[in-house]
């Protein structure tokens, strides 16, 4: 498929999914209301649409391309299709950092705890920066994220484990779960600086994800500046995913679905799959917090939790069907 | 005539072994010359250390002329390629684009056109847009030749070239390397067949235990002494209607 035929059809798609989410959700609007919505802005109808539907889907477009984009540049650059967001240890970062603000009470303060998240993904993915520049070999870089991710899983358990108060582990535990339920535009606005200078670095590092394909040595000796190239999508992929986490909490599976949703069109090139994935990881989540919101619960389910219940399946169906293809 | 590859009194380290042990060797432009060696001998090491991947504990690796050290990524990039032993491809991309990695730096087009032409080359015509993955070893391996043959640099490195192509295709490789000295490129190879080393290199270096045994052409590198010391085997090279073969057996310990 050509890339701009694929990129179009995503556009649409995620167009039409954003469309499903202003105009479903649990209050039913009628025609009337939807007129009123449009014609009114003091109007009941219009803050339902505008000020909670719009922030809310947008959101979700927001993070999903952003875990989308950072599956897709790790998975390129660790030649692994295995890899995800989580798997360096940024999103359990992020994670620390969330619930330590809950527990020390930043959640009064408006955007405390996401400032805490981001802080706290940042310092992550500076260390693993600093690993990426010094080692080569993606296996480091994966072992060294595998044990900052057990790290900080570790540290945020140990966050339960002294909670001061009933209330305090049933916020971190709803907040570890995602939601992109009630954020406003402010949220949206906080999250987008750092996402654009992470999709940034990633876009810059795309042409040597490809070259990375023949292996660390044949990339060192391609011309290309690889250390650079490797330290921009390192960074970038942290930037992306810790400012995803710090605005919806810890949503799993697209960013490690996204990128194989879409090879079957856009190619392996890992360069070519990360404007496609950006697109297809926003779709998966705009879908995924349209099912959290319609499925018939009382109380709404967490959008971590829906990703992964549909997530797991579809990945697996996935993996088995390029699992198939690899097998000829 | 400035030497496309240089080493002088070249030593590599991995922990307490040293691995290379004052090595010399000198490639001019238009040279096709093997390096050998049993087992861990230090082939790759050498390989690795002219080209700057691996850092030498003291000594000197030029590339035309310059230490490699100071040359940025795209002069090292003009001045050589290389073709590692390590065959992984880490996605299933097409062989055309594999092929077309060695001259990224040209438009798609012209990097395209240049793909084909190389996989043709070796022997890959028809099989273009297939994924490398999808490929048998040898077919991937000659997917992989056909880059280092598109990026055209003055000195081609190549580890193992013919490990895993059918004799047939290791004879066209040879081949492609023997053009590619012809049009005045400096090409180093390793090899594990002495046979086709001797046949194919203008010159042979010997490696044993991280030091040169013999650098000279063919008949006087792989003489009776020196495969007995560097490769435990009995024997000679022969002569033949097709070139030198070697006849030997494994030497009484």
Redesign the interface.
């Known amino acids: 498929m050509r890339p701009m035929a694929l990129n179009l059809g995503l556009v649409a798609g995620l167009l039409a999914l954003m469309a499903a989410g202003l105009l479903l959700g649990e209050t039913q609007l009628t025609a009337a209301q939807f007129a009123e919505a449009l014609s009114d802005p003091a109007s009941g109808p219009h803050e339902v649409l505008f000020a909670i539907r719009l922030p809310r889907t947008v959101c979700a477009a927001v993070v999903g391309a952003a875990l989308g984009l950072s599956g897709a540049v790790l998975q390129g650059l660790l030649r692994n299709p295995l890899a995800d967001p989580g798997v360096l240890g940024v999103a359990g970062g992020a994670g620390l950092g969330a619930a330590l603000a809950i527990a020390l009470g930043l959640a009064a303060v408006p955007g405390g705890v996401e400032l805490a998240a981001l802080a706290a993904a940042l310092l992550v993915g500076l260390l693993l920066t600093a690993v990426a520049a010094r080692f080569r070999e993606p296996e480091t870089l994966i072992l060294f994220g595998v044990a900052l991710s057990a790290f900080c899983g570790a540290l945020t358990s140990l966050v339960f484990n002294l909670a001061p108060s009933p209330v305090t582990l049933a916020e971190v535990f709803a907040w570890l779960l995602g939601s992109v339920q009630n954020r406003d535009w402010e949220d949206i606005g906080r999250a987008l600086v750092p996402m654009a200078v992470g999709a940034g670095l990633c876009l810059y590092a795309a042409r040597g994800l490809v070259m990375l394909t023949l292996g660390e040595e044949t990339a060192a000796l391609s011309g290309l500046p690889m250390q650079r190239l490797r330290t921009a999508a390192v960074a970038g992929a942290s930037l992306l995913t810790g400012a995803a986490v710090a605005v919806a909490g810890i949503v799993g599976f697209v960013g490690l679905a996204a990128p194989h949703l879409v090879r079957a069109g856009a190619g392996s090139d890992p360069g070519r799959v990360l404007a496609p994935s950006a697109l297809a990881g926003a779709a998966l989540l705009v879908a995924a917090d349209l099912a959290a919101r319609l499925i018939p619960t009382d109380l709404e389910l967490k959008l971590g939790v829906v990703t992964a219940l549909f997530g797991g399946p579809l990945f697996a169906l996935i993996a088995w069907r390029a699992a198939r293809s690899w097998r000829g | 005539m400035t030497p496309a590859l240089r080493l002088q009194d070249a030593v590599v380290r991995r922990g307490a072994r040293t691995v290379l042990d004052g090595v010399g060797l000198a490639v001019a432009p238009g040279e096709l010359v093997g390096v050998v060696g049993g087992n861990g001998a230090g082939k790759t090491t050498l390989l690795?250390a002219a080209?700057g991947?691996a850092r030498l504990h003291s000594g000197v690796a030029e590339l035309g002329g310059d230490p490699v050290g100071s040359l940025s990524?795209?002069k090292?990039?003009?001045r050589?390629?290389?073709?590692?032993q390590?065959r992984?491809?880490?996605?299933?991309?097409?062989a055309w684009?594999?092929a077309s990695?060695g001259a990224?730096?040209r438009p798609p087009k012209a990097a395209r056109d240049l793909a084909y032409a190389a996989l043709g080359r070796v022997g890959l015509q028809g099989l273009e847009t297939r994924?490398v993955?999808?490929m048998s070893g040898g077919e991937r391996a000659r997917a992989?030749l056909a880059?280092l043959l598109v990026a055209g640099a003055p000195l081609l490195v190549a580890d193992e070239p013919a490990a895993g192509l059918d004799p047939d295709a290791q004879l066209l490789a040879l081949e492609l390397f023997r053009e590619e000295s012809a049009r005045g490129a400096a090409v180093v190879l390793t090899l594990h067949d002495l046979g086709l080393a001797a046949r194919a290199c203008d010159r042979l270096v010997v490696l044993h235990e991280g030091r040169v045994v013999a650098d000279a052409p063919p008949a006087q590198a792989l003489s009776a002494d020196v495969l007995a010391r560097a490769f435990d085997l009995d024997g000679r090279l022969e002569a033949s209607p097709y070139g030198p073969v070697l006849a030997a057996g494994r030497a009484a310990k």
Request: without cysteine.
């Open positions: 690795r080209l991947l990524e795209m090292r990039a003009a050589a390629a290389y073709l590692p390590d992984r491809v880490g996605w299933n991309l097409p684009r594999v990695l990224y730096q994924g993955l999808e992989l880059r």
